[in-house]
């Protein structure tokens, strides 16, 4: 695949501490007006679209306005995200979507575009993102990935998160630790940075901070800057 044949404008979907990895697959359950639009124009096109989190946490937000989808519809998204090809779906009695998203490529969005449409699009760069579309298979020693993997299950043990551990380790360790990010106990800010590293390394360095100050402090959560 080249990032010449990827859409440059894309549907998005702000989703409050969600991050999304290529190679990776995102179950969905679409319900929301807005957004069964969109996967169903998604659907009769290309099947793509892309998932980003807002700078806040919208649940919370939403919990105290009194229109949620105002502030939905104008809250302010992180500039990189990732593009999502639906390969399998199903419609619900009840009118929902359920669909499997499949990672492609990380983007970064250049502009918002105007429309008439009840979801947002944006224009979006792969550039910065072209190793995505290859096999990331770096060299990463064996006490490293020992050593990240105890972090994590530790991480996860102390937020009170039952994981099975043998289905995931089953995965090629890129996948697995891009799936962990993905799925762990994080806050917003600290999932997007493993979104934004340029690659597994960078990524299982700023996992390995991000759990050395959860351990070392045993009664505040803290995040890093």
């Avoid at 979907?13 to 007006?33: A, C, D, G, Q, R």
């Avoid at 619900?92 to 669909?99: K, L, P, V, W, Y």
């Avoid at 998160?161 to 762990?184: C, G, H, P, R």
């Amino acid at each position: 695949m080249n990032i010449e044949n990827l859409p440059k404008k894309i549907s998005i979907f702000p989703l409050s501490n969600v991050i999304f990895f290529p190679k990776t697959v995102l179950p969905l359950n679409i319900f929301e007006k807005r957004y069964l639009e969109m996967v169903n124009d998604s659907i009769k096109k290309d099947r793509y679209f892309g998932i980003v989190q807002p700078k806040y946490n919208l649940k919370k937000i939403k919990s105290k306005a009194s229109n949620a989808n105002d502030v939905s519809s104008k809250s302010n998204l992180f500039s990189v995200g990732c593009l999502g090809k639906i390969i399998n779906f199903s419609e619900t009695d009840d009118g929902r979507f359920i669909i499997n998203l499949s990672g492609i490529i990380r983007f970064k969005i250049e502009k918002e575009v105007k429309n008439e449409k009840l979801y947002r699009e944006a224009i979006v760069n792969y550039i910065n993102f072209k190793q995505d579309l290859k096999d990331e298979n770096q060299d990463i020693k064996k006490e490293v990935k020992k050593n990240i993997l105890n972090k994590i299950k530790i991480l996860f043990k102390k937020r009170g998160y039952k994981i099975n551990w043998s289905e995931l380790e089953v995965l090629e360790f890129a996948q697995l630790i891009d799936t962990l990010s993905m799925i762990s106990p994080l806050s917003l800010e600290e999932k997007q940075s493993l979104i934004e590293a340029k690659d597994l390394s960078e990524r299982i360095k700023i996992l390995e901070k991000i759990t050395d100050l959860c351990l070392v402090d045993k009664f505040e959560i803290k995040t890093i800057q």
